[in-house]
């Protein structure tokens, strides 16, 4: 759904050609453009490029945990089916016409100064997908739900690399096939 202000749009614009075409490659005139607002109005509502990118991903980081989160919630009602359905939401992103990757994994590919804001933003939103998926290990009684959590983690970002380069949506079944073989060991 289409968001209200000016600034807003920009950020909308912004999200679409960072995630489409990189940070990097995506310069400000293609912004400007795209979203047809002037360079006055660009610098009005960020002070650079750099200051776009970080509300950018920002904004992508909230609007994506929320519905990414909401989609397996809907998908399963426990714990442990929550924990499977992480891979079928996954898919569903995997299949999207506008599946780039993540575009936390991107940015850091593109800004590799470990003391980048953008790499911040990247490891923050990367931990709190992490206590969402160590939270449903708990919940579903994980004897080590802190491994539990960084297996199914590293399978989760797996799945999502090989279907960024590979085109494979279907990764997203095998990381819920190996995941279900955790849960066995784990639960």
Sequence with gaps: MPRAT???????IA???FCKHGFHATGVDTIMRTAKVSKKTL???????????L????????SFRNEFMKDVSALADT????????FDAAE????GQNFFGCMFVNVVGEY???TSPMRAVSLNFKQMIWRYIFELCENAGAR???GLANAIALVFEGSIVTAQISGNTHSAQTGKTVVGQLLTIYL
């Design 6 to 12: 000016r600034r807003d749009h920009i950020i909308d």
């Design 15 to 17: 999200i679409d050609l």
């Design 43 to 53: 610098y009005n509502h960020f002070r650079s490029k750099d200051e776009l990118i």
């Design 55 to 62: 509300a950018s991903l920002q904004v992508h980081d909230s």
């Design 79 to 86: 714990p442990r089916g929550q924990l499977l359905a992480i």
């Design 92 to 95: 569903k992103w995997f299949g």
């Design 112 to 114: 590799s100064d470990p």
């Design 144 to 146: 080590d739900a802190n």
